[in-house]
């Protein structure tokens, strides 16, 4: 992903001007975390073993502060990292933690909560572990950039590790949740009023919490005053996307680290289904990064993770089930204005998400009466379109902040593909 690694050094160059030489000036004393620091899983910080059903969703139950920063460069930006309760996909009570930065130069409070696409099975990818410098990747880099570039506009930046202690991906309630939940913790921290504006944008992995937390927002958390949500390059319906990147040389690696989030979700006994083959691919992508697994395994494909009787992960009733539960468009009706934005690379989409799924959703949030701007970034790969729609999602957050008229193209968007979930079995 050339292309990601460019955008991002140019928005750090630009950050660095704004913020007055961001990247390279001498830091202040370094506070924890940061290099050298245990990972989250192994850091006493991350646990909490106290009852959590008398305690309210997006409560703060510690808090420590941070330095923004990589691996190898300083920052004069710090922050705090908090510990909070959120909810899971059943329901239960759950902790995760959320990085929240402010701005050098203060002003009226303005949030933007930045789901990173950090689409991880292990807790060194965990965006307040690598934002505090405990790590990196391509896809860490050219985000922490992005947030760099929010902070420099003046927005105060929660980025959630939305995928919970147990590290569950795609899963679209519980990283809705945790999402909105850090916002909640984030007005408490920073001692603001719900209502407070908050813009919500994410990418990829990053758009699961973005357009579940618009989703669900009316009924989880109806005080809180989202003024609009940026979605881009969304897995709308993973069933479709299953062949579309089997045997994909850049994409196949999903396949099994799918397995292993649905495993750890909704405790399948994966050894009922899955092939020795199939077994293998899943234990060795059980603790890495997407930038560590997606092209590992050029040649895999959807029937050679599974043994007899079954020929796809599809014909498996479990997985079926735990895919139809994370449809998006299945469990509410957003109340702000949404941009959603897609590549197409080719017939089907962007190489991994498809792209008459984003237009189904969009017409569907349209006809419910959401406001949508849709749009799609014709002959660009998924990595590709990740730089325009973050341009474009910072054009329309500022433009929400600063309550301007919408762009919505509802009346020109078509049916795209039904949302309806695949029969089990």
Known sequence: MPNVRA??????????????SLAFVAAPAQADPGPGSPLPSADPFYSYDGPLDGIAPGTVLRSRPMNFRTPDVNTPITGNQVLYRTTDQQGRGAVTVATVLRPLVPGPTKIVSYQMAYDALGSQCDPSYT??????????FGEQNLIAGY????????????????????IGRQSGYAML????????????????????????GGSVPTQWGAEVAPQYSPELNIVGAAAGGLPVDLAHNLPYVSGSKQWAGVIPALVVAY?????????????????????????????NFASKYPTLTDASMVKAPYTSLLDVPEVVAAIDDNI??????????????VGKANALGDTIMITDDVVGLAHEYC?????????????????????????????FLTERFAGLPTRSNCATIPPGNSLAPTPIP
């Open 328 to 341: 998006m468009g299945s469990q509410g009706t957003p109340r702000t204005p949404l941009l959603l934005g």
């Open 131 to 140: 934002l505090s410098g405990g790590s990196t990747n391509l896809i860490a």
């Open 263 to 291: 495993q750890r979700t909704y405790d399948l006994d994966t050894s009922t289904f899955l092939s020795p083959y199939g077994q293998q691919v899943t234990q060795q992508v059980s603790s890495e990064c997407i930038v």
């Open 367 to 395: 006809g419910r009466g959401v406001d949508v701007t849709y749009s799609q970034f014709n002959g660009l790969t998924h990595a590709e379109a990740f730089a325009p729609f973050e341009a474009q999602g910072l054009q």
């Open 181 to 204: 939940d850090g916002i909640r913790a984030t007005e408490a921290f920073l001692d603001a009023p719900s209502s407070t504006p908050v813009g919500l944008v994410g990418y990829s």
């Open 151 to 170: 902070l420099a506009a003046g927005y105060t930046v929660v980025a959630p590790d939305y995928e919970g202690e147990e590290l569950e991906w795609t």
């Open 7 to 20: 955008f991002a050094l140019r928005l750090l160059a630009v950050a660095a001007i704004v913020t007055g």
